[in-house]
């Protein structure tokens, strides 16, 4: 009885233990399979992934097996970027684990890129398969730029657009504050004279715009296809 106990005992003391070595395996694979990608090298990229793998790339476009293991070295000559795999997560569920990462691409340079992805691999006898895969490209904020107060006063007003929208900025010291219908003031960096963003939203600025007079009738909030139009009111 106590021999049965104490089997019982081991096995379930060993799935943590199995677990965090599975995670550390396939954080050493996706490293490796992220720096095959950069090399160009189809034949190590095909060996980790299952035939059916479903996989989507940072521009949302749909690759195969097929179509990854093809991929070739660039031109000689041409410098090979460096990626780091971080915020590295992993859950293992028998066979299966779902792991989540971000690849930083040229860390530190100038051209740095952030990409997240969440991946899914299942255990096929000795080897891990991929067999999911989406990745995001990370937004990353323009480097902001300082704007005299007497400039930042220009901006400071009422804007409307439809269905009730409204913007209101103002500067506090030196800097702008806008506040969306009555609510919390949010602070708003210049990437340049007349376009502004929300820190950690710097791909959806605000680009405001002049009349014949040089001064301010209202603004564009980009959003790409859901860009908006607010028109001065005050």
Known sequence: MHLIAFALLASILSVPAFAQDSCGFLQKQTQAFSDAGQRGDGTAIG???DPDVIFFNETGEKATRVDMAGATPPPAGTAIRTISTTDWDCKVYGDVAVTSFIDVLEPGQLSEMKFRSVETWRKEGAAWKMIGSETLTL????NPVVLAA????EYAGSYEAGAGMKFAFARRGDDLVASFNGGAETAQKAQARDI??????????KVFQRGDDGKITGFIYLRGKNSLEFKRII
């Open 139 to 142: 937004q990353q904020d323009p």
């Open 196 to 205: 502004f963003f929300t820190p950690g939203h710097g791909s959806t600025p």
């Open 150 to 153: 007497r400039t930042l006063d």
């Open 47 to 49: 060996k980790m992934l």
